[in-house]
């Protein structure tokens, strides 16, 4: 469990995350919005290595009703329950710019095809 200055250590961390992941898109132009491209199908996600993994994940996504304002003010999404196939798949489409939101696509560019399954895989599982 996080306590109150973990969490906002990790939401600054998140947060400068995307602000170099938003000066990068700019630099690189509008990213298209498209259908997202799946994860690879040869590799498989590990619920127990992706629980090991989530660190960035659980300042935005492990609150529930949360809120950020960075780009935007927006509901952050909750993951936890959704398809592996899903997350996996948008993970993917962040990475290699299909989607386009700055915190995600600085924290997808970080992540190999296996620490985007072994997420998919704990939070498919995660209720």
Do not use: W
Not at 47 to 75: E, L, Q, W
Not at 105 to 126: P, T
């Amino acid at each position: 469990m996080l306590n109150v200055s973990s969490k906002l250590l990790l939401r600054a961390a998140v947060a400068a995350a995307g602000v170099a992941a938003a000066v990068s898109v700019q630099a690189q132009g509008a990213a298209k919005a498209s259908a997202p491209t799946p994860a690879p199908a040869a590799v498989v996600g590990n619920a127990d290595a992706g629980a090991k993994k989530n660190s960035m994940c659980i300042g935005c996504h492990g609150i529930p009703d949360y809120k950020t304002a960075f780009p935007t003010v927006y509901r952050v999404p909750k993951i936890s329950g959704q398809s592996e196939k899903y997350i996996a798949s948008a993970l993917n489409a962040y990475k290699t710019g299909e989607r386009n939101h700055p915190s995600m696509v600085g924290i997808s560019r970080g992540l190999s095809d296996q620490d985007m399954a072994d997420l998919a895989a704990y939070y498919a599982n995660k209720k």
